[in-house]
Every structure is written in structure tokens, then in C-alpha cells.
């Protein structure tokens, strides 16, 4: 250890110092006192950094109580958001692609599922609602949208009557309504599947952190814990966003595929 007056280096049960003289007994519980501080400041500095990293991996998905859950469902704001918003959206994607500028079937197909895809992602990444009222909300807004477009049609089209005339026109109305259903349901299991990969099951941390915490510290190397940390976060982030677009490229190539056929 070092005299606390000449910083020269004295024994540990050093009374006076042999460099200074100077009499130690009175500094010396000091100095212990201190050095046992410090110790107690580092383990709880450990303690607190592990503590931090089990929250960063838990904060993208926050656990709504099951009070939360149903407090949500058919909330103004559920409402407004997961009914209204994509029953208007698609409504608005059938005039301009059907009405306005008459292009092909299967360009309304193709933007019903991805205009009807995200609403199911964020039903269960921002709310983790469960399947029941993904359910609920597919077939609403499925109903809905295509009722909506077949309505507007016989607005325009005063020969056209709002219920489908034979067999082939509720063939279309039907699938309509299941893609818009289907891709929501895609959307939702893409999040559950991505929620899996990326914080794993109740504590146990998925394989795509694993991946992500072994890819960067053998890439970007800090001695930074924080930098670290803030680096695995991002490239997590970069790898679900990787795995929920080639999933979702995947099922609109599957589906697109069935139309043509
Ligand atoms: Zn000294």
C-alpha cells in the first residue's frame, strides 16, 4: 500500500512510515474502511450491469398483465387502430387499384396482404394479444373490407348488386376476404416466431441473441460494457427485421404463386 502523506510504498501493517515518519495508526482504519468500500461499490457495480442486461433483453417485449390485455381489446384505441384504420386503408387501396386506375386482380390481392400483414405483426408485438382476438379482429376487418368493396362497387356500378350474382363472384369475395385474414394471422405468427428467436422463452435468452452476442464481440470487440451492450441490441434488432422480411417475401411469393396458377 502507499503512505497516505508521501505516497511512498510502506507494509500493510506499517504504524509509521520509514520514508516520511509520519505516524499511521490514526489513517490506517481509514484506509481499510475505504478499500472495503470500494470493494462493496464494484461487487454492487457487477450486480447492477447484470441487472441491466436481463432488462435490455426483456424491453422490447414487455409482458402486458392479462388486466392490460383486456383493457386493450375493444378499447377506443383498438378500435381506431386494428378495425378502423386497415378496414379504411384497404377500402382506399380497392378504389385506387380497381375503380381508379383498373389494374389487375391480383395487384389488389398483393397489396390487401401487405397493408393487412403489419396490423397482425403489431397486434402481438406491441400488445401480446392473444390468437382469440387476432381471430376476432381477421375476421372483422376481412368482412368488413370486402362487404366495404363489393358496396362500393354498386355505388358506382348501378347494375352491380352488392351480393355476389354467382358462383365465381363469391369465389373472389371469399378469397379476397381470406387473404386479407391470412395475412394478418401471417403477421401475428411472424412477430410470435420473431419474439421466439430474439428473447427466447421466459428467461432463457432465443438463439438469435446467442447469435447476435457471439457475432459482435467476435466482430466489434469492446471494452466498453455499455457501447457493448448497445451494439448487441442493434444487431438484434437488424436480425429479426432479417428473419421477419424473408418470411414474409416467403409467404407473399407462396401466395401470389397460387393466384397465378
Ligand atoms: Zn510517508
Known amino acids: 500500500m502507499l503512505c497516505p502523506f508521501c505516497a511512498e510504498e510502506i507494509k500493510e501493517q506499517a504504524v509509521v512510515c520509514r520514508h516520511c515518519h509520519r505516524d499511521l495508526a490514526v489513517q490506517k482504519p481509514l484506509l481499510d474502511e475505504n478499500q472495503a468500500l470500494r470493494k462493496e461499490i464494484e461487487d454492487l457495480r457487477r450486480q447492477f450491469n447484470s441487472l441491466q442486461r436481463t432488462a435490455i433483453l426483456h424491453r422490447g417485449s414487455p409482458r402486458p398483465t392479462a388486466q392490460d390485455k383486456s383493457a386493450f381489446a375493444f378499447s377506443p384505441r383498438y378500435v381506431a387502430v386494428y378495425l378502423l ?57 376481412s368482412i368488413a373490407a370486402v362487404g366495404g368493396m363489393l358496396a362500393v362497387v354498386s355505388l358506382i356500378d348501378v347494375n352491380v348488386p352488392i351480393v355476389p350474382r354467382d358462383r365465381r363472384e363469391w369465389q373472389e369475395a371469399v378469397e379476397q376476404a381470406l387473404s386479407i385474414g391470412l395475412a394478418m394471422g401471417a403477421g401475428y405468427m411472424f412477430a410470435r416466431v420473431a419474439e421466439n428467436l430474439l428473447f427466447g422463452t421466459e428467461g432463457s435468452p432465443g438463439p438469435l441473441n446467442a447469435l447476435a452476442r457471439s457475432i459482435i464481440s467476435l466482430v466489434a470487440p469492446s471494452n466498453n460494457e455499455r457501447d457493448l451492450k448497445a451494439r448487441i441490441e442493434s444487431f438484434q434488432q437488424v436480425l429479426a427485421m432479417l428473419v421477419v422480411t424473408v418470411t414474409t417475401l416467403g409467404s407473399i411469393y407462396a401466395g401470389v404463386k397460387s393466384v397465378l396458377n
Open 85 to 141: 384504420l386497415p378496414i379504411l386503408l384497404l377500402l382506399a387501396a380497392h378504389y385506387l387499384i380497381v375503380i381508379r386506375f383498373d389494374l389487375r386482380e391480383i395487384v389488389l390481392r398483393l397489396v390487401s396482404i401487405a397493408l393487412s400483414l403489419p396490423f397482425g405483426f403489431a397486434l402481438f408485438w406491441r400488445h401480446r394479444s392473444g390468437p382469440i382476438l387476432l381471430i376476432v379482429t381477421a375476421t372483422i376487418v
